[in-house]
């Protein structure tokens, strides 16, 4: 399955963004869906994932309370909304994809471009 997350911009401290994470060639409703983050120097973080039926979530501490995660099987989309962004969640966030749960980086197989959110003070 490929990947392909867009949505990143510049944006305000406490403003909103949504990411859309679209999929291709192959169904996503097979997939556990996760999107993670990496700033600069920093390594790649676990944010948000979602079960194939998009029953069960989960969500680093970071980002409990201000970011959900939900999909869109039809349309073969997972999204990440965010508000009240901080200049700490500035960094490269991409999606990823793999047949069975988990919240860490090793877990997932399949993985897409990122697209960069910047968050200004």
């Known amino acids: 399955v490929q990947l392909q997350a867009s949505g990143g911009g510049l944006v305000q401290a406490g403003g909103s963004l949504r990411l859309p994470c679209a999929a291709s060639?192959?169904?996503?409703?097979?997939?556990?869906m996760g999107w993670f983050r990496q700033a600069p120097g920093k390594e790649r973080e676990f944010v948000a994932a979602?079960?194939?039926?998009?029953?069960?979530?989960a969500y680093a501490d970071s980002a409990k309370g201000r970011f959900t995660i939900s999909r869109d099987n039809a349309k073969n989309t997972v999204y990440l909304q965010m508000n009240s962004l901080k200049p700490e969640d500035t960094a490269v966030y991409c999606c990823?994809?793999?047949?069975?749960?988990?919240?860490?980086?090793?877990?997932?197989?399949?993985w897409g471009q990122g697209t960069l959110v910047t968050v200004s003070s």
């Open positions: 990823a994809a793999d047949r069975n749960w988990g919240v860490v980086v090793a877990a997932y197989d399949y």
């Open positions: 060639g192959r169904t996503m409703s097979g997939y556990v």
């Open positions: 979602i079960s194939s039926n998009g029953i069960n979530t």
